[in-house]
């Protein structure tokens, strides 16, 4: 089955730049999403194939992919910005994969 | 704007089947290329997709639980169920549902999720 590979933390200071990343075999083949989930509530997607972003998210969320990462960058960090964050691809065998997620503190 | 909305017992004894449904409001289940799903989350753990449903009853099953999920949809009603059955004290959950859609037809993703339910197995 396939998995993906992320940090369990991240740290950043307000106003800086956080990466995430999601390592999978090849996932560089792949379209990646991201979804970001705040305490108590339901997860939302903040970008996906690999770097679009939904109606209503922020320019200062993107995402890349190639090789075996890819990267979900948050720009000029907000406080409102501290959640676990999650990256899921579709594997032809495991169907839908979620990677372990990374929590986000903003220091 | 489409919402979902999970129900179902809160409450589920060991070796029994837990049984839950999406009610979908703000559109029709039938319209558009989506998939209907279901995932689920342990209390501190991370996300566990477990299936979904297209509206025509075509699925697919996480295979880590494939041999006890049922995934169903009932167009007349605009929901869809999730039955898990021989449920164990790791079955404990919040159980979600979501609305997956895919602009190339093969890598999708959940843009709308419900608020999620959760779901305790104990005797």
């Known amino acids: 089955s396939y998995v993906l590979t992320q940090p369990p933390s991240v740290s950043v200071a307000p106003g800086q730049t956080a990466r995430i990343t999601c390592g999978g075999n090849?996932?560089?083949?792949?379209?990646v999403h991201w979804y970001q989930q705040k305490p108590g509530q339901a997860p939302v997607l903040v970008v996906y194939?690999?770097?679009d972003r939904p109606s209503g998210i922020p320019e200062r969320f993107s995402g890349s992919n190639s090789g075996n990462t890819a990267t979900l960058t948050i720009s000029r960090v907000e406080a409102g910005d501290e959640a676990d964050y999650y990256c899921?691809?579709?594997?032809?065998?495991?169907?839908?994969?979620f990677g372990g997620g990374t929590k986000l503190t903003v220091l | 704007q489409v919402q979902l909305q999970e129900s179902g017992p809160g409450l589920v004894k060991p070796s029994q089947t837990l049984s839950l449904t999406c009610t979908v409001s703000?559109?029709?289940?039938?319209?558009?290329?989506?998939?209907w799903s279901w995932i689920r989350q342990p209390a501190g753990k991370g996300l566990e997709w477990i299936g979904r449903i297209y509206t025509s009853g075509s699925t697919n099953y996480n295979p880590s639980l494939k041999s006890r999920v049922t995934i169903s949809v009932d167009t007349s009603k605009n929901q869809f169920s999730l039955k898990l059955s021989s449920v164990t004290a790791a079955d404990t959950a919040v159980y979600y549902c979501?609305?997956?859609?895919?602009?190339?037809?093969?890598?999708?993703?959940?843009?709308?999720w419900g608020k999620g339910t959760t779901v305790t197995v104990s005797s």
């Open positions: 194939d690999d770097s």
């Open positions: 703000g559109g029709s289940i039938s319209s558009g290329s989506y998939y």
């Open positions: 899921q691809v579709w594997d032809s065998s495991s169907a839908v994969v």
């Open positions: 979501a609305r997956a859609q895919s602009r190339t037809g093969q890598n999708y993703y959940m843009d709308v």
């Open positions: 090849n996932i560089g083949s792949k379209s």
